[in-house]
């Protein structure tokens, strides 16, 4: 199937084999990212909440071309350096790019009275409906080449967005790429919570409250947590704040309804789940075929090594050591790399 990347074997050099490297080390390591020449779009949401979304338009894209939705990951936003090299490496091929900040994120902090999560599916929604509205105002009936992207928390709500109701997904869409998905968020919070990644829980645990204390010094309409100790686990946090500010009584009824696994059987475009076998917290044993029936449009390309959302290769066919990038661009594109 054309939409499935033709390089699915991923090989760190000897000395990045270890997860927590290949985890820790590309983001600690200083990038030179491309300077930030986006469009800002204020996108308003059912609520009156709104979101911001950054838009890199090549001069050479024409009506019916070929778009990225691009979404980030936990205590991230736009400019996260995924996000930044996948819009430089695509608009250099002409693809349209968009990059949204999930809700009380990035630019759009101040827009939001309620947080974004691992279920806002919804919100996802209305940017696809957005972006389409945008791509389509001047040209009606020519329609854009709309490929999704989601990675860690937000490739679960892509997931569950493409599946929960596959009659809304706009037949623009034309394909979706997930990279290292908690598709079952209770085994996530297993395992983060494991003895042995308890510097990731603790860097997770103090990123989200140091956004909440920022968001809150913002806008004084937000949900407010009960007084006491402040949470020191991501379950502990999503207890006292997440879960109660969306509507859940706790956070394991707000996994159990978020999760992506169980809508992945009706997905109905052309999708690939990009993940580690060595993820330290996104546990491979999720993506069991005794735990999600696949349908056959949804492609799983497990690699040995990568960590989590790591992938940093060898040097060889790709033009640099970012393999997940080269991927991500061959799926969008249909352009062979390597």
């Keep these: 199937m054309n939409y499935k990347t033709t390089n699915t074997t991923f090989k760190p050099p000897w000395w990045m084999k270890n997860p927590h490297i290949q985890t820790i080390l590309p983001t600690v390591i200083p990038q030179k990212l491309a300077a930030h020449n986006a469009t800002l779009h204020r ?7 709104a979101i911001a979304l950054h838009e890199d338009c090549p001069q050479e894209w024409r009506t019916g071309g070929k778009v990225a939705i691009l979404s980030h990951g936990l205590t991230d936003h736009h400019r996260t350096p995924l996000l930044v ?24 902090i101040e827009w939001a009275r309620h947080p974004y999560h691992a279920g806002c599916s919804d919100d996802l929604a209305t940017v696809v409906d957005a972006v389409i509205k945008r791509c389509c105002k001047n040209d009606a009936g020519i329609h854009p080449d709309i490929t999704l992207f989601g990675v860690s928390l937000s490739g ?13 997904v706009p037949a623009m869409v034309s394909r979706a790429v997930a ?23 603790r860097h997770f645990t103090n990123m989200l409250l140091k956004h909440l204390a920022q968001w809150s010094r913002l806008r004084s309409d937000i949900f407010r947590p009960a ?64 735990n999600v029936k696949y349908p056959e449009n949804v492609h799983l390309v ?7 959302v790591g992938f940093v290769g060898k040097k060889g066919k790709d033009p640099d050591v970012r393999w997940l990038d080269w991927r991500i661009v061959e799926i969008v594109t249909g352009e062979v790399i390597s």
């Excluded at 996108?43 to 909440?49: F, I, K, R, S």
Aim: net charge neutral; aromatic share 10%; with cysteine.
């Design 302 to 308: 497990p690699t040995d090594h990568g960590g989590h």
């Design 43 to 49: 996108v308003t949401l059912a609520d009156g909440d």
């Design 85 to 108: 090299r996948l819009t430089e490496k695509l608009t250099a091929r002409g693809v349209r790019v968009f990059r949204w900040d999930m809700r009380s994120c990035g630019a759009g």
């Design 156 to 168: 679960n709500v892509l997931l569950k967005y493409l599946g929960e109701t596959p009659e809304r």
């Design 179 to 201: 990279v290292n998905p908690p598709i079952d968020l209770i085994a996530g919070i297993q395992s983060i919570s494991d003895r042995r990644n308890r510097v990731y829980e």
């Design 227 to 290: 007084d006491g100790p402040r949470p020191r686990t991501l379950e502990g946090f999503d207890n006292w704040f997440t879960a109660p500010a969306i509507g859940y009584r706790n956070a394991r009824e707000y996994y159990t309804k978020s999760s992506s696994a169980q809508f992945i059987p009706f997905i109905r475009i052309p999708t690939t789940i990009i993940t580690a076998r060595d993820d330290p917290f996104v546990p491979f044993e999720m993506f069991s075929r005794d």
